[in-house]
């Protein structure tokens, strides 16, 4: 079971960290996803098993994903927030193919990023 915390709210330039903790099995390759309202839900960034990462273009520069497998954590730290950021932030665990993330089947619950102008 995935629980993603961390979101509220933030002035434009500001930062948050984003939580994924898993409480059940070993945390492996987490994808962090956001929807914002009347948009398709789209990837922002994901990481692998071990220390591969990869990110969209939109955020590259501005979000960094971390692991702590000891404390089954994967982290999205989101620095220089702009307003389009505002979405609801969703974490999933799936697999890692080659140099691409692929999704799984567990979701975290979502938590409310909104960055204000």
């Known amino acids: 079971q995935l629980q993603a915390s961390g979101g509220g709210l933030v002035q434009a330039g500001g930062s948050l960290r984003l939580s994924c903790t898993s409480s059940?099995?070993?945390?492996?390759?987490i994808g962090w996803y956001r929807q914002a309202p009347g948009k398709q839900r789209e990837l922002v960034a994901a990481?692998?098993?071990?220390?591969?990462?990869n990110y969209a273009g939109s955020v590259n520069g501005r979000f960094t994903i971390s692991r702590d497998n000891a404390q089954n954590t994967v982290y999205l730290r989101m620095n220089a927030l702009k307003p389009e950021d505002t979405a609801v932030y969703y974490c999933?665990?799936?697999?890692?193919?080659?140099?691409?993330?692929?999704?799984?089947?567990?979701w975290g619950q979502g938590t409310q990023v909104t960055v204000s102008s």
């Open positions: 059940g099995s070993s945390i492996e390759a």
């Open positions: 990481i692998s098993s071990g220390t591969r990462t």
């Open positions: 999933n665990q799936g697999d890692w193919f080659g140099a691409r993330y692929i999704e799984g089947t567990y």
